[in-house]
């Protein structure tokens, strides 16, 4: 791998070096070898070799500098004051295939300055969910963490029972999230111009060439955070703790823990068992996103040339692009053009699947059943279940927009959109019933099951053999998906 480990260079203040704790008898769960490619770590015999034992806190190679991070945050819209690392460490920074920097941070680590109540580790349900889920994210197109791999041990942790604890080697374009810059501007403020030349040299170098590098920097992070969750919202993702400190500088999705994809859709959708007034439902993500960066900017205010009238700027284009960017992956999804026609039957649509809770993912799927019927008997399977599924008035409903909708795929190119349509509308999500069976399976020591759902995942756009009916069932109408804890 090629090494360059700089935030260990930073002013100490911003973080603690230690090495993790090990966890006893660490074992293997899976090994993503698609990350280790990327990384280079397929590529050095010690790294392949002892992966179990580095992931299980045993092992430290020379070239890692293992430290945790101090940041802030606001939780819940309320400042929570300083979080950080609490059972995570970074380990090592690296530049991947394409030359792209890595964070490589061991969650489930053991316990740092910052764990404040905590105890430093991680369970298997929890380490699951989060490698499916960043493998799945990441195979979808959508900026996210992933994951080298994941172990379980002999060390018996506490959440709402007992249960194996476990440790996950996250890999991320970077682990700097907003509540980093919260943090510096309460205890530490002197260091706000190093850490953001820092953040634009590592993240943003083509901010350099801007006659105002920082304004070009806090503009691509506003314009980056649109994007992503416009993404998700296209995808029917919710992240469920959206605080300041679980965004990143990047625009890539970090920090699963309540998450879920959408499966009867849903707008008001809370997917957080611990979000009793909904304020991260699916629907509330565009503008609790515009409020994380609302609170986040004005702390460059610090620094020279950076007035209110100048952070406002910054911030204006967060609508326009996520509008934009949602707009026109919604017509994609339905095989349109970008235009105003196209967003009319879009809509439409959503009303139908809202007011008849169909199946988010499938009745998206199930369009090609409509469109091509030939070529696509899965698709059109689908649109059968779909239909069956409404009411009398809702039949009518659907027939009167099918008809409007075909004619508008025909005025464009039927071939156009049938392709567009493969590519947006995926056949399988990380489903929270399909994590659930591989998560059963594991603790009883079995990870075929967590391999499966990683094969099938890894192709998410393509019908598979090795699927089965319960990777694309839903739940029946009258039971609510079910919330998730921070711990599941």
């Given at each position: 791998m090629r090494y360059q480990n700089t935030y260990v260079n930073l002013d100490t203040r911003l973080y603690h070096e230690q090495p993790p704790t090990p966890l006893d008898t660490p074992r293997a769960g899976h090994f993503n070898t698609q990350v280790a490619q990327?990384?280079?770590?397929?590529?050095?015999?010690?790294?392949?070799?002892?992966?179990?034992?580095?992931?299980?806190?045993?092992?430290?190679?020379?070239?890692?500098?293992?430290?945790?991070?101090?940041?802030?945050?606001?939780?819940?819209?309320?400042?929570?004051?300083?979080?950080?690392?609490?059972?995570?460490?970074?380990?090592?920074?690296?530049?991947?295939?394409?030359?792209?920097?890595?964070?490589?941070?061991?969650?489930?680590?053991?316990?740092?300055?910052?764990?404040?109540?905590?105890?430093?580790?991680?369970?298997?349900?929890?380490?699951?969910?989060?490698?499916?889920?960043?493998?799945?994210?990441?195979?979808?197109?959508i900026s996210s963490s992933n994951a080298l791999g994941f172990v379980v041990s002999d060390t018996r942790v506490r959440r709402e029972r007992i249960e194996a604890g476990a440790a996950l080697m996250r890999v991320a374009d970077s682990h700097i999230r907003l509540g980093h810059v919260e943090w510096i501007a309460s205890f530490a403020p002197d260091l706000l111009g190093e850490f953001t030349d820092y953040m634009i040299d590592t993240y943003y170098p083509e901010c350099r060439d801007s006659d105002a590098p920082i304004v070009a920097f806090l503009t691509s992070v506003v314009e980056r955070t649109a994007r992503m969750i416009a993404d998700w919202q296209l995808i029917g993702f919710a992240h469920g703790v959206m605080n300041t400190d679980n965004l990143s500088i990047t625009g890539s999705t970090l920090d699963f823990g309540p998450f879920g994809f959408m499966e009867r859709f849903n707008p008001a959708w809370i997917n957080n068992?611990?979000?009793?007034?909904?304020?991260?439902?699916?629907?509330?993500?565009?503008?609790?996103?515009?409020?994380?960066?609302?609170?986040?900017?004005?702390?460059?205010?610090?620094?020279?040339?950076?007035?209110?009238?100048?952070?406002?700027?910054?911030?204006?284009?967060?609508?326009?692009?996520?509008?934009?960017?949602?707009?026109?992956?919604l017509c994609r999804k339905l095989g349109l053009p970008h235009q105003s026609e196209s967003l009319s039957l879009a809509f439409e649509w959503l009303t139908l699947l809202e007011d008849n809770l169909l199946d988010y993912t499938n009745s998206f799927r199930a369009l090609l059943g409509l469109v091509a019927p030939n070529d696509h008997p899965y698709e059109q399977k689908l649109l059968t279940t779909m239909t069956t599924e409404l009411s009398s008035d809702a039949k009518q409903v659907w027939q009167d927009w099918s008809i409007r909708y075909l004619a508008q795929v025909e005025q464009s190119s039927t071939e156009q959109a049938i392709n567009d349509m493969q590519t947006n509308n995926p056949v399988y999500v990380l489903r929270n019933s399909m994590a659930q069976r591989a998560i059963t399976a594991a603790e009883q020591g079995q990870f075929e099951e967590v391999d499966r759902v990683y094969r099938l995942l890894a192709n998410p756009y393509h019908v598979q053999d090795i699927a089965t009916d319960l990777d694309t069932s839903t739940p029946a109408p009258n039971i609510p998906q079910m919330p998730i804890s921070c711990s599941s």
């Open positions: 990327q990384l280079g770590w397929a590529d050095n015999e010690d790294l392949m070799t002892n992966w179990v034992e580095i992931l299980g806190g045993q092992y430290v190679p020379s070239d890692f500098k293992p430290l945790a991070m101090a940041y802030a945050g606001h939780q819940f819209g309320q400042w929570a004051g300083q979080l950080g690392d609490g059972r995570g460490l970074l380990m090592a920074q690296v530049l991947d295939s394409n030359g792209q920097p890595q964070d490589l941070h061991l969650k489930g680590a053991g316990l740092t300055p910052y764990s404040r109540m905590g105890d430093g580790r991680a369970v298997l349900r929890s380490t699951i969910r989060e490698y499916l889920c960043g493998h799945a994210l990441t195979q979808l197109g068992h611990s979000d009793h007034n909904g304020r991260y439902a699916y629907q509330n993500q565009p503008a609790i996103g515009h409020w994380n960066l609302n609170v986040w900017l004005p702390h460059f205010m610090r620094l020279q040339g950076i007035s209110r009238e100048t952070l406002s700027e910054c911030l204006a284009p967060y609508e326009a692009t996520f509008m934009q960017h949602y707009q026109q992956g």
